[in-house]
């Protein structure tokens, strides 16, 4: 047996729980920064005296670098090894988080939070990957089970973790934790982890250029266009452009390239083709609903931070239910009724969600986000499968990589366009209601209210103001999520371009070395 077999063998249960253990705190920790920055900006705004435009590239600065250097994994794991790439990765991750902590300017704070980005773009990529290889095949549904559970419960523990250390100690800590975790993990991995093998192919340097940019642009285009007011802003025609250009020259070039950048017959595999498109929707609900949820339990219900954090953990809960589920139930029943039970699950909690009320208990936003957790981890699991399934081995890392790649893109996608939403419908609904405030309507709502106001004159039009603004903006967050329930609902047919696979790894090997 050749050393590139041995290195294929699935590990004795022992190592492989250390190994899973070592890369699901490294996703963990990627994912997790994701969002746990977010409640800190305030402070970080304060601290580094920077104003409320420029503290936002803390957040843009990191997504840039994460989703310009995303698509490169599976070349740069093939030509260093996947053990020394992950290494390396945790250990940048981790540095670029003190550096964060220790930061004493927006510029050094943005410099390392692009480095961050760079460290931990590999990380899910690699983990995810290195499971599928450390795992039987009998198993390899509830490894992404459980690797699952870390990428889709990070964004929701962030904001929470966030808030905690930020309330108690300062927003420092939110990157001091990374520390220690990072130690261990990269400690269990170098002493644990097996070598992988090592392909010897070109790097495409021109794609990766026409890429880098194409993903460069898109993403500024989303994070600042409605900063910018959209398509009113010249930065953000230049940043569509740019966008649209290079995406379709990237296009052409993978297409006729003698060594693109992605092998093309991973594009011409039907599961993995169509598991991308399904990527980018599952994005778009668990970032897009994570982004509408906490301000509207804060802002319009008067929850705090932890409290808003603590209403949308059932979600999270639901998630690791399902997913240990289909961690059973995949191979056992076709996945693809397991995902669309999931997205018909999805469909019924964001319908429950467009019944909210502004005076109502906690009990329906909490059975909502149950549900929803449910089908985000039906979705999930079974997803990865289909779309691994009839994949070649070696193509697992850039497969990974392409589909974080599509799940980013989808939730800054659905985080800009739920954002814009609310700011365009609650302005409508603001006219629309106030169109109807006279002095004959207001003593229909609260008869009490026309005599406590009408003393006040220009305080009883604020306080009116007040309450219709309050109005239209929850009016607007129903809208989001009937808007959310229609998109869900119309991915559904993919799943009839999805075939069930039986082998895995079919297909012509090529030449490998050892790490």
Not at 107 to 131: D, H, K, N, S, Y
Not at 146 to 172: A, E, H, K, Q, S
Not at 270 to 277: K, P, Q, V, Y
Request: charged share 10%; proline share 4%; aromatic share 8%.
């Amino acid at each position: 047996m050749s050393d590139a077999q041995t290195a294929a063998q699935p590990l004795p249960r022992g190592a492989r729980i250390i190994v899973t253990i070592g890369v699901m705190m490294a996703v963990l920790l990627q994912v997790l920064d994701t969002t746990i920055a977010n409640v800190a900006l305030p402070h970080m705004q304060a601290s580094l005296s920077a104003s409320q435009d420029s503290i936002n590239w803390v957040l843009t600065s990191y997504i840039v670098a994460s989703a310009i250097a995303l698509p490169i994994s599976g070349w740069l794991a093939d030509k260093v090894g996947r053990k020394r790439l992950l290494l390396i990765s945790v250990v940048v991750f981790t540095a670029a988080s003190v550096l964060c902590a220790i930061a004493t300017s927006l510029g050094e704070m943005v410099f390392f939070r692009a480095l961050q980005g760079v460290g931990g773009a590999f990380i899910v990529p690699l983990a995810q990957a290195t499971l599928f290889d450390i795992n039987p095949r009998e198993k390899h549904s509830q490894a992404m089970a459980l690797f699952g559970g870390g990428v889709m419960i990070g964004p929701i523990l962030g904001p929470v973790l966030g808030g905690w250390l930020t309330d108690n100690y300062n927003w420092r800590w939110v990157f001091l934790v990374n520390l220690p975790v990072g130690i261990i993990c990269a400690l269990l991995m170098a002493r644990y982890m097996p070598r992988a093998e090592k392909h010897q192919r070109k790097f495409d340097i021109f794609g990766f250029a026409l890429l880098a940019i194409a993903l460069g642009a898109l993403q500024l285009f989303l994070d600042r266009g409605e900063q910018n007011d959209w398509f009113s802003s010249w930065e953000t025609l230049a940043e569509m452009g740019v966008a649209i250009a290079a995406a379709w020259m990237f296009v052409v070039h993978l297409a006729t390239a003698k060594n693109p950048l992605f092998e093309r017959s991973m594009f011409a595999d039907r599961n993995f083709s169509t598991g991308l498109l399904f990527m980018a929707v599952t994005g778009v609900l668990l970032l897009a609903g994570l982004a509408l949820l906490p301000p509207m339990l804060q802002n319009l219900y008067g929850y705090s931070v932890l409290q808003s954090g603590y209403l949308t953990a059932p979600r999270g809960v639901g998630t690791l239910i399902s997913m240990l589920l289909a961690g059973r139930l995949t191979g056992k029943i076709d996945s693809r009724l397991l995902v669309g039970i999931g997205v018909a699950l999805m469909g019924i909690s964001l319908w429950m969600m467009t019944g909210f009320a502004l005076e109502q208990p906690s009990n329906p936003v909490i059975m909502s986000g149950v549900v929803q957790g449910l089908g985000l981890g039906l979705i999930f699991v079974p997803l990865q499968s289909l779309a691994f399934e009839t994949l070649l081995p070696r193509m697992r890392t850039t497969a990974a990589s392409l589909l974080n790649l599509s799940r980013n893109i989808g939730g800054s996608i659905g985080i800009s366009v739920v954002s814009t939403q609310l700011v365009r419908m609650s302005q409508v609904a603001h006219a629309d209601i106030a169109s109807k405030i006279t002095d004959q309507t207001i003593p229909t709502v609260d008869p009490s209210l026309l005599q406590a106001i009408a003393p006040q004159g220009a305080t009883a039009i604020a306080v009116i103001n007040a309450e219709v603004t309050r109005q239209a903006v929850f009016i607007a967050y129903l809208d989001d999520f009937k808007l959310m329930m229609l998109v869900t609902f119309a991915v559904l047919p993919l799943l009839l371009l999805m075939k069930r696979g039986n082998q895995v790894g079919t297909g012509p090997q090529q030449h490998a070395v050892m790490d």
